[in-house]
């Protein structure tokens, strides 16, 4: 089975459209979806906003199903010279909000696990080529950033929580995200509202071309 996992209804909702004999049911609380895309078996997850959201969400299907890999979507903020609008995949993930440097880590790795997070090599090599987007680095914190942190990189609120208990799980993972802002622009906030009402359309569109 292929977990389709996303933190907001706005971003996964129109992908259940493309299930063929839909179940919907509630998992410890979250709404799931599962059946068939294109012949493939699959789980539509919406986890809900921030870290422990994302990685309650997440265990709560690694643990209980049988999952070949889990393709995670969702919006994100963009570090210039990304544009408002671009599908960007993602290479590396960690924690922009998560520093013990102190002791000798690197800023954003949790002790005994990777400085980052990395998606599945043949599945990325895959994805780039079938859908031809560039790979960048995701930057998770449980905040909504309006100050840049890295150039060319993104940022959102549950990414390296997925990558994590992935990891820890020993389950495939990639990520594909939509910039929906450009952090620290006066349009911002305007540009992010307009992108999560319209997102979930582009989101199927990915899913059913991924699993075509």
Known sequence: MILIIGAMASETEAITHLVKDP??????????????????????????????????????????????????????????????????FVDEALYHDFDLSIFGYQKGQVPNLPEVFKPDPAQALMVKEKMNIKGVKLYTGDTFMTEVIEPNTICDMEGAAYFQVSHLLNTKIISIKIVSDIVGEPSQLDDYSAFESACSLRFKSLIDQLLS
């Open 23 to 88: 179940d919907n049911f509630t998992l410890n609380g979250k709404n799931a979806v599962t059946g068939e895309i294109n012949g493939h078996s699959v789980m539509i997850l919406t986890t809900g906003v921030g870290k422990v959201n994302a990685a309650f969400g997440i265990t709560s299907v690694l643990s209980s199903y049988d999952v070949d890999y889990v393709i995670n979507i969702g919006l994100v903020g963009g570090f210039k010279p990304l544009t408002s609008g671009e599908m960007v």
